[in-house]
């Protein structure tokens, strides 16, 4: 065997018994504490959606998000003056009850709708008490100061944003448009879109709606 080519197999060797020697090595050692990504947190940690809030409802009574405990809660953020994001949302949301009772009244009747408005300066207890009574009968519209409407859009991690028009008396609000469903417990189980139909809110809290969960059943 050539010279060369001999020390070049023994270099080959003796690199790869070094690599077997410092795996071995490496494999022994004491492990630490796994070092967990950004992302492997977002894959296996909750969604941060809800929290504590203090609002008004649409009968004048304070309410907290401990009012709701013990319930599945629907929840939408927007106001009455919007012109068709929000009356579709919550026609869309009584559909989807209407439809379930259909099925199970007992699942249904679990579910609490609640509209919180995003609009407080226009959106008093009187004009809220006036606009839940188009949709569905166990609705709670809630507003309050705007300090209040804020802390509770931030728990829910919803935008909304003031859309300045030439007449400062008239104007509109952009705002999210996710429907939230909560558990019993307050903490967040999924969500629908605008885009979402009666049907498929229906089919969502079938699947996601245990009546036993609920408080005084």
Same mark, same amino acid.
């Given at each position: 065997?050539?010279?060369?080519?001999?020390?070049?197999?023994?270099?080959?060797?003796?690199?790869?018994? &070094?690599?077997?020697?410092?795996?071995?090595? =490496?494999?022994?050692?004491?492990?630490?504490?796994?070092? $967990?990504?950004?992302?492997?947190?977002?894959?296996?940690?909750?969604?941060? $959606?809800?929290?504590?809030?203090?609002?008004?409802?649409?009968?004048?009574?304070?309410?907290?998000?401990?009012?709701?405990?013990?319930?599945?809660?629907?929840? =939408? +953020?927007?106001?009455?003056?919007?012109?068709?994001?929000?009356?579709?949302?919550?026609?869309? $949301?009584?559909?989807?009850?209407?439809?379930?009772?259909?099925?199970?009244?007992?699942?249904? %009747?679990? @579910?609490?709708?609640? +509209? @919180?408005? @995003?609009?407080?300066?226009?959106?008093?207890?009187?004009?809220?008490?006036?606009? &839940?009574?188009? =949709?569905?009968?166990? /609705?709670?519209? /809630?507003?309050?100061?705007?300090?209040? @409407?804020?802390?509770?859009?931030? #728990?829910?991690? *919803?935008?909304?944003?003031? *859309?300045?028009? #030439?007449? %400062?008396?008239?104007?509109?609000?952009?705002?999210?448009?996710?429907?939230?469903?909560?558990?019993?417990?307050?903490?967040?189980?999924?969500?629908?879109?605008?885009?979402?139909?009666?049907?498929?809110?229906?089919?969502?809290?079938?699947?996601? &709606?245990?009546?036993?969960?609920?408080?005084?059943?």
């Amino acid at each position: 065997m050539p010279r060369n080519l001999r020390i070049l197999l023994i270099t080959a060797l003796g690199l790869a018994l &070094v690599g077997i020697g410092l795996g071995t090595w =490496f494999s022994l050692q004491p492990k630490g504490p796994a070092q $967990i990504t950004s992302s492997e947190t977002r894959s296996s940690g909750t969604a941060l $959606i809800g929290g504590p809030f203090t609002l008004t409802d649409h009968q004048g009574q304070r309410r907290s998000e401990a009012d709701f405990e013990g319930r599945y809660m629907l929840i =939408f +953020f927007g106001y009455t003056y919007c012109p068709d994001i929000c009356p579709t949302s919550l026609s869309t $949301i009584t559909q989807g009850l209407d439809i379930l009772a259909e099925t199970s009244e007992a699942k249904a %009747a679990a @579910v609490t709708p609640v +509209f @919180v408005s @995003v609009d407080p300066a226009r959106d008093t207890t009187e004009a809220l008490a006036q606009y &839940v009574d188009h =949709f569905h009968p166990s /609705m709670v519209g /809630m507003t309050g100061s705007e300090e209040e @409407v804020a802390a509770a859009a931030k #728990a829910y991690r *919803v935008f909304y944003k003031k *859309v300045e028009q #030439a007449d %400062a008396s008239d104007y509109l609000v952009d705002h999210s448009s996710i429907i939230y469903l909560m558990a019993p417990d307050g903490s967040y189980l999924t969500h629908f879109t605008h885009a979402s139909t009666g049907e498929d809110i229906a089919e969502g809290l079938a699947q996601s &709606v245990d009546p036993a969960l609920v408080a005084g059943s």
